[in-house]
């Protein structure tokens, strides 16, 4: 009768362990759905399958931190989309939390919304580690978990993102063509960082050094951390003309607006700068053009939360998708600047131009974007 016991207690204890291990996605072949949309990373891209799910679905923003223009206009996205035909009858409920910079907060309203049966949760990483514990949650209870924009260092859920090693490689690309264009093959370049901590930042750092060590022309580079933030950019950038004198080139992986304002009012020469896609930005290189300032503009849009909601449901629906979902870069120069085409006269400085991703169907005006709160949806 005890062995009987024991061998019973086994077969159930396997029998748990394999639907342990089945629930959440699998690993399958491609090709994927609609690739014009979810594009894979690379011809190496792994593809995942979830079971499908009848809608409409129960989807929730995770976002951490809150303080720039960039993370405000990406929660405003997100309830614009939440509220597109082309979604609104899919979606059941729909939440967003911001839970600042604590990794933990981010990890523990996860966890609170897969208990409350949430089907899917895009969210916006603090770490790119650290997130193992609520992965094999979410697996256990087949809910679909879309890191996007600060993506984690796994291989294991399906993330959405536009390549920031690339990026950081074009802005210092960029930069260099300017400097020889005037003769400058060697000098001091400011580059002013994100948020720390966060793999966007890493990895856009990573991308602009590499180009930079691998010139032959002897650069000397001065970091300073602005957080993608105009107000903080502008002060550290002002700081470092004061302390360091003049600069070369400037680097920005965001608040860009801060960072020339900073320069006009030291009265620091126009020099190429390379920045993000706020419409502030494009405005002065606009304006500043025939006064000697040179720039790119890059856009890692808010937008991105847009395609992420799109590829969440895509999975809840059972389709095949990429593990790791590749957006193209938007790329604009000082040359190449229109108004009402790729900026706005009309619009907010801290808005971001690029929000359209017309192979996803994904195209959300800017009145509807503005119309929106960034408070919490709870």
Same mark, same amino acid.
């Given at each position: 009768?005890?062995?009987?016991?024991?061998?019973?207690? %086994?077969?159930?204890g396997l029998m748990l362990s394999t639907s342990l291990s089945l629930a959440g996605p699998e690993v399958v072949s491609?090709?994927?759905?609609?690739?014009? /949309?979810?594009?894979?990373?690379?011809?190496? !891209?792994?593809?995942?399958?979830?079971?499908?799910?009848?809608?409409?679905?129960?989807?929730?923003?995770?976002?951490?931190?809150?303080?720039?223009?960039?993370?405000?206009?990406?929660?405003?996205?997100?309830?614009?989309?939440?509220?597109d035909p082309s979604m609104k009858d899919k979606i059941a409920e729909f939440k967003v939390v911001s839970t600042g910079?604590?990794?933990?907060?981010?990890?523990?309203?996860?966890?609170?919304?897969?208990?409350?049966?949430?089907?899917?949760?895009? !969210?916006?990483?603090?770490?790119?580690?650290?997130?193992?514990?609520? *992965?094999?949650?979410?697996?256990?209870?087949?809910?679909?978990?879309?890191?996007?924009?600060?993506?984690?260092?796994?291989?294991?859920?399906?993330?959405?993102?536009?390549?920031?090693?690339?990026?950081?490689?074009?802005?210092?690309?960029?930069?260099?063509?300017?400097?020889?264009?005037?003769?400058?093959?060697?000098?001091?370049?400011?580059?002013?960082? =994100?948020?720390?901590?966060?793999?966007?930042?890493?990895?856009?750092?990573? =991308?602009?050094?590499?180009?930079? +060590?691998?010139?032959?022309?002897?650069?000397?580079?001065?970091?300073?951390?602005?957080?993608?933030?105009?107000?903080?950019?502008?002060?550290?950038?002002?700081?470092?003309?004061?302390?360091?004198?003049?600069?070369?080139?400037?680097?920005?992986?965001?608040? %860009?607006?801060?960072?020339?304002?900073?320069? *006009?009012?030291?009265?620091?020469?126009?020099?190429?700068?390379?920045? +993000?896609?706020?419409?502030?930005?494009?405005?002065?290189?606009?304006?500043?053009?025939?006064?000697?300032?040179?720039?790119?503009?890059?856009?890692?849009?808010?937008?991105?939360?847009?395609?992420?909601?799109?590829?969440?449901?895509?999975?809840?629906?059972?389709?095949?998708?990429?593990?790791?979902?590749?957006?193209?870069?938007?790329?604009?120069?000082?040359?190449?600047?229109e108004d009402g085409v790729n900026f706005w006269s009309d619009l907010p400085d801290n808005f971001f131009t690029v929000?359209?991703?017309?192979? /996803?169907?994904?195209? *959300?005006?800017?009145?509807? *974007?503005?119309?929106?709160?960034?408070?919490?949806?709870?």
């Open positions: 009768m005890k062995l009987g016991r024991v061998i019973s207690t %086994t077969i159930m491609g090709p994927g759905a609609n690739p014009e /949309c979810f594009a894979p990373w690379s011809a190496d !891209t792994t593809y995942m399958q979830w079971p499908a799910k009848d809608g409409p679905y129960k989807i929730a923003v995770v976002n951490g931190f809150v303080g720039n223009g960039w993370r405000i206009q990406m929660i405003k996205t997100a309830k614009a989309f939440a509220e910079t604590d990794a933990p907060a981010q990890l523990g309203a996860i966890e609170d919304f897969i208990n409350q049966g949430y089907d899917a949760i895009v !969210t916006i990483a603090v770490a790119p580690d650290g997130f193992d514990r609520v *992965i094999r949650l979410a697996d256990k209870n087949n809910v679909v978990l879309v890191p996007f924009d600060n993506v984690l260092d796994t291989d294991a859920v399906m993330q959405v993102n536009e390549d920031q090693l690339l990026m950081g490689r074009t802005w210092a690309e960029f930069t260099l063509k300017e400097l020889a264009a005037k003769g400058v093959t060697s000098g001091d370049i400011l580059e002013v960082r =994100g948020l720390a901590g966060n793999s966007v930042d890493r990895d856009r750092s990573i =991308g602009i050094n590499e180009v930079l +060590e691998a010139d032959a022309g002897d650069w000397n580079v001065t970091q300073v951390v602005g957080n993608w933030d105009d107000g903080t950019a502008q002060k550290v950038v002002a700081d470092a003309i004061a302390v360091h004198g003049e600069f070369d080139a400037i680097i920005a992986q965001g608040g %860009t607006v801060g960072v020339v304002q900073a320069m *006009i009012d030291a009265g620091h020469p126009f020099v190429p700068v390379a920045g +993000e896609s706020e419409n502030g930005f494009r405005k002065l290189l606009a304006k500043h053009a025939g006064d000697g300032l040179t720039g790119i503009s890059i856009g890692q849009s808010p937008g991105l939360v847009a395609v992420s909601m799109k590829a969440a449901v895509s999975a809840l629906e059972g389709n095949v998708m990429p593990q790791l979902i590749s957006v193209p870069l938007p790329v604009t120069e000082y040359s190449q600047l929000n359209e991703f017309p192979p /996803c169907g994904v195209n *959300i005006s800017g009145p509807s *974007i503005m119309a929106q709160t960034e408070a919490d949806v709870n």
